[in-house]
């Protein structure tokens, strides 16, 4: 089930002209993946994704256009220490749980209040808040649950 209403291409031409970009189908079949999925994918799954839909798209092409929807703030990208980044078709203000197992991200429902965070601030010595990135790190469900022992018998 799409977690947000996927805007239609009209709207979608409209905000990609407003940033200076072009409308195209690449970009439309792109930002339509990401809008219908809540897993959060990266460049590669996207590709994957998107390639029944638009056979000739290559990957670079997945690559710009995931950018051209992040600089249009039609997208999110998440980004991680070890250099990969996950793409978030959700734009408004929202929280993660990554598994550290899968790599699984979760959207978070819950909200944390402004003023639990001026603890932190009261100690950052000048620094300028701006906005925040919450995640929480653990092992999803399928992760935590000791079935690996089955899995295992299986093969
Ligand atoms: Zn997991
Ligand atoms: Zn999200």
Same mark, same amino acid.
């Given at each position: 089930m799409p977690k947000q209403d996927v805007i239609p291409d009209e709207i979608l031409r409209e905000a990609l002209e407003a940033n200076g970009q072009r409308f195209t189908e690449q970009r439309a079949a792109v930002y339509r993946f990401l809008a219908s999925t809540?897993?959060? @994918?990266?460049a590669d799954e996207v590709f994957l994704a998107v390639r029944s839909e638009v @056979?000739?798209?290559?990957l670079a092409t997945v690559y710009k256009s995931l950018e051209t929807l992040v600089g249009c703030g039609l997208a999110v990208k998440l980004t991680y220490g070890d250099g990969s980044a996950r793409y978030d078709g959700r734009t408004d203000p929202h929280h993660h749980a990554r598994c550290v197992q899968c790599s699984r991200i979760f959207d978070l429902p819950g909200h944390l209040p402004r003023e639990d965070l001026s603890a932190l601030e009261q100690g950052s010595d000048g620094f300028q808040v701006t906005g925040y990135r919450l995640e929480l790190t653990g092992f999803c469900r399928e992760c935590a649950e000791p079935s690996s022992s089955e899995e295992r018998e299986s093969t």
């Open positions: 809540d897993k959060h @994918p990266t @056979p000739v798209i290559s």
